[in-house]
């Protein structure tokens, strides 16, 4: 069974930064490219970043800068760390497959 559980979340103020973490299970990690997308209150998924299996990144260019993605075969792990956060990065973060959504960890920042 495919599963993908975010963590990591939580209040931060602006300014700050979080680190976010993905444990996948279930198909082999390594050969995936993984995303990271958020929702923000009353809005629609937006896509943060990606990382293919060669490790090549992409960013959106709100978080261009300030969020780097990551990823760790040998632990089938996604990372996001996040700095220099701002009340609009607040937001449901999931862990993304091509075809499938983790249930997300909320991650929201103060003014």
């Known amino acids: 069974e495919v599963q993908l559980v975010e963590s990591g979340g939580g209040l931060v103020q602006a300014g700050g930064s979080l680190t976010l973490s993905c444990a996948a299970s279930?198909?082999?990690?390594?050969?995936?490219?993984m995303s990271w997308v958020r929702q923000a209150p009353g809005k629609g998924l937006e896509w943060v970043s990606s990382?293919?299996?060669?490790?090549?990144?992409t960013y959106s260019d709100s978080v261009k800068g300030r969020f780097t993605i990551s990823r760790d075969n040998a632990k089938n792990t996604l990372y996001l760390q996040m700095h220099s956060l701002k009340p609009e990065d607040t937001a449901v973060y999931y862990c993304?497959?091509?075809?499938?959504r983790g249930r997300g960890t909320q991650v929201t920042v103060s003014s």
């Open positions: 993304a497959t091509a075809w499938r």
């Open positions: 279930g198909f082999t990690f390594s050969s995936v490219v």
């Open positions: 990382i293919n299996n060669d490790d090549i990144r």
